[in-house]
């Protein structure tokens, strides 16, 4: 049967080059669509955002600014058996989930920054993390990006890919308010809604993928922090907040100091201090009289009630910081 499949593929038409380096689709900001008919819902999870690369006996893991991080999650390279002899590129999310199972961003930071092969032989035992699969870009010769979404959801779906460090979760053709409750209800981040008829657009945020969230969370860029009180005096009370505008300007968006595990506040400073600047990286040089500000090269999870109409976070949390997107890639995420 597999010689079958390769002999009709080759015959019937020549085979499309193998990708190598596919810049994630991304999603934009949004309310639920009026008529969500014409849509697929999925949930939205909590996690980095990885492309897989696959091959007979080989499997690649890049993030959504090409980093290879094959070697920080070796528990996903038994996806390739499952596979066998197809060639592969999936698009999907690398999650840690809570003893709840709900996914889990903390959980997740124990395994980001990890690269040391015996720390990540013991995390992976202590935080496992899960691919979870929800695309599919290239299949044995053919580029299917050019395909609409339904047709790359079947053809996922039909290759089966559940194992205990990766999986395939079900998606719902319209019934998006429902599960946008049901999404809140559990705790979770939100929903994302995509278009059955839409293509695969690398790296661009067309509005056929839209992300409904049932909490305000996004990354910024941390430009500066201020020392704490107390305790803290020596170490982080607030890490300074930041995000890009059109015009390549990093502007202001308040300060955090909550959400912080007694890690995070070492990781922190160790992470920090060797970016120390004197001049101020925020336009307007905006920004608390305190600050010790820093290059913007560091860019955090922060998960807040609201904004303020000039962009400011209001009861902000800090939930990691994220390896996976660029910081001049950070901008200021509003619902259209």
């Given at each position: 049967?597999?010689?079958?499949?390769?002999?009709?593929?080759?015959?019937?038409?020549?085979?499309?080059?193998?990708?190598?380096?596919?810049?994630?689709?991304?999603?934009?900001?949004?309310?639920?669509?009026?008529?969500?008919?014409?849509?697929?819902?999925?949930?939205?999870?909590?996690?980095?955002?990885?492309?897989?690369?696959?091959?007979?006996?080989?499997?690649?893991?890049?993030?959504?600014?090409?980093?290879?991080?094959?070697?920080?999650?070796?528990?996903?390279?038994?996806?390739?058996?499952?596979?066998?002899?197809?060639?592969?590129?999936?698009?999907?999310?690398?999650?840690?989930?809570?003893?709840?199972?709900?996914?889990?961003?903390?959980?997740?930071?124990?395994?980001?920054?990890?690269?040391?092969?015996?720390?990540?032989?013991?995390?992976?035992?202590?935080?496992?993390?899960?691919?979870?699969?929800?695309?599919?870009?290239?299949?044995?010769?053919?580029?299917?990006?050019?395909?609409?979404?339904?047709?790359?959801?079947?053809?996922?779906?039909?290759?089966?890919?559940?194992?205990?460090?990766?999986?395939?979760?079900?998606?719902?053709?319209?019934?998006?308010?429902?599960?946008?409750?049901?999404?809140?209800?559990?705790?979770?981040?939100?929903?994302?809604?995509?278009?059955?008829?839409?293509?695969?657009?690398?790296?661009?945020?067309?509005?056929?993928?839209?992300?409904?969230?049932?909490?305000?969370?996004?990354?910024?860029?941390?430009?500066?922090?201020?020392?704490?009180?107390?305790?803290?005096?020596?170490?982080?009370?607030?890490?300074?907040?930041g995000a890009y505008d059109g015009d390549g300007d990093l502007q202001y968006a308040g300060k955090v100091g909550t959400g912080f595990s007694e890690r995070d506040l070492d990781d922190l400073l160790e992470r920090?201090?060797?970016?120390?600047?004197?001049?101020?990286?925020?336009a307007a040089r905006r920004g608390p009289r305190n600050a010790k500000f820093v290059e913007p090269e560091l860019v955090a999870e922060i998960e807040f009630r609201e904004l303020t109409r000039e962009g400011a976070?209001?009861?902000?949390?800090?939930?990691?910081?994220?390896?996976?997107?660029?910081?001049?890639?950070?901008?200021?995420?509003?619902?259209?």
């Open positions: 049967l597999e010689f079958r499949r390769v002999l009709f593929r080759s015959t019937d038409r020549a085979a499309d080059p193998f990708p190598e380096s596919v810049v994630p689709m991304l999603a934009k900001l949004a309310p639920l669509p009026a008529d969500d008919g014409g849509w697929a819902t999925e949930v939205k999870w909590d996690g980095v955002r990885a492309i897989a690369y696959c091959r007979p006996g080989r499997i690649e893991l890049r993030t959504r600014n090409l980093n290879v991080v094959t070697s920080q999650y070796p528990e996903v390279r038994g996806l390739t058996r499952q596979l066998g002899a197809r060639d592969a590129v999936l698009d999907g999310e690398l999650v840690a989930f809570d003893a709840a199972g709900l996914p889990s961003f903390e959980r997740l930071q124990q395994r980001i920054h990890q690269t040391d092969a015996n720390v990540v032989r013991r995390r992976m035992k202590s935080h496992p993390v899960t691919y979870v699969l929800f695309d599919l870009l290239y299949l044995d010769g053919e580029d299917l990006t050019g395909e609409p979404y339904r047709r790359r959801r079947e053809l996922l779906e039909g290759l089966g890919l559940d194992g205990e460090s990766w999986q395939t979760p079900g998606h719902s053709v319209g019934h998006s308010e429902e599960l946008l409750a049901a999404s809140a209800a559990r705790g979770l981040e939100g929903i994302v809604v995509k278009r059955l008829d839409s293509r695969y657009a690398a790296g661009k945020r067309n509005g056929s993928w839209l992300k409904v969230k049932t909490v305000g969370r996004q990354e910024f860029v941390i430009g500066g922090w201020v020392p704490g009180e107390g305790r803290r005096r020596d170490r982080v009370g607030a890490i300074l907040l920090l201090r060797p970016l120390a600047r004197k001049s101020n990286p925020f976070v209001r009861h902000g949390s800090f939930k990691g910081l994220r390896e996976d997107k660029p910081p001049l890639e950070v901008r200021l995420e509003r619902s259209v």
